[in-house]
């Protein structure tokens, strides 16, 4: 069965911190790999995909397929990237697709 | 707690036939409610929303809609379906401080 797990709901540091937010996968297939980021009291939006490889407002997040992991990581945190995150899988089962959302995690970076 | 449905789990349905997904809510009052649909190799799009019993907001314009008839029950729609309209549709939740998205289990959609 498919499934995501961001082990920690919680990451408070001070801004200029690095950041790394932990997202484990289980999946048996080619894993497609998601974040999205909720700011507060606005919409889920995408941040980034790991077929992407890119770096989106200083965010990088590497897939390692031995560990089944895809953390998200910023070297110097800013206030506005305070925000709830998910990690999500898409996986492809009986020829369709399905996505699954890690619980989220919240970040509060301080001043 | 709270806790969030959706039905049916999977669904295949000929192009031209009606369509009509359900989401409830329980443990909760008022919440936000929210349709997300992931296409094949995409991530998410919001299609509606609604903060209230009646009022939806439509983000995309589509063959879909969606009605809150009951303050916990969402249900996207739709008259004739497409095959564009196969995907995976995703229900979420807010509270009215609107800070954590809860979603619900999906339903795979195959129009054919």
């Known amino acids: 069965a498919q499934r995501v797990t961001q082990p920690e709901k919680l990451l408070s540091v001070f801004k200029g911190a690095p950041v790394e937010l932990k997202c484990n996968y289980s999946?048996?297939?080619?894993?497609?790999l998601f974040w999205y980021v909720q700011y507060s009291r606005q919409r889920l939006q995408l941040l980034l995909r790991?077929?992407s490889r890119e770096s989106i407002k200083g965010f990088t997040a590497d897939l390692n397929k031995g560990e089944t992991s895809f953390h998200l990581k910023k070297p110097f945190a800013q206030e506005e990237d305070s925000a709830m995150y998910y990690c999500a899988l898409s996986a492809y089962q009986g020829g369709s697709e399905k996505l699954v959302f890690g619980k989220g995690m919240k970040l509060t970076v301080n001043p | 707690s709270q806790t969030i449905h959706q039905w049916p789990a999977t669904l295949v349905q000929p192009v031209g036939s009606p369509l009509s997904l359900e989401c409830t809510v329980e443990g909760t009052s008022n919440p936000n409610l929210y349709w997300y649909r992931q296409a094949a190799g995409r991530g998410l799009q919001l299609l509606f929303y609604s903060v209230g019993i009646g009022q939806i907001s439509s983000e995309v314009p589509q063959n879909l809609s969606a009605s809150r008839p009951q303050d916990r029950q969402f249900i996207l729609s739709s008259k004739k379906l497409l095959l564009s309209d196969s995907g995976f549709y995703l229900c979420a939740w807010t509270g009215t401080s609107g800070e954590t998205q809860y979603f619900g289990p999906g339903t795979r959609l195959l129009v054919l």
């Open positions: 790991h077929i």
């Open positions: 999946y048996s297939g080619s894993p497609e």
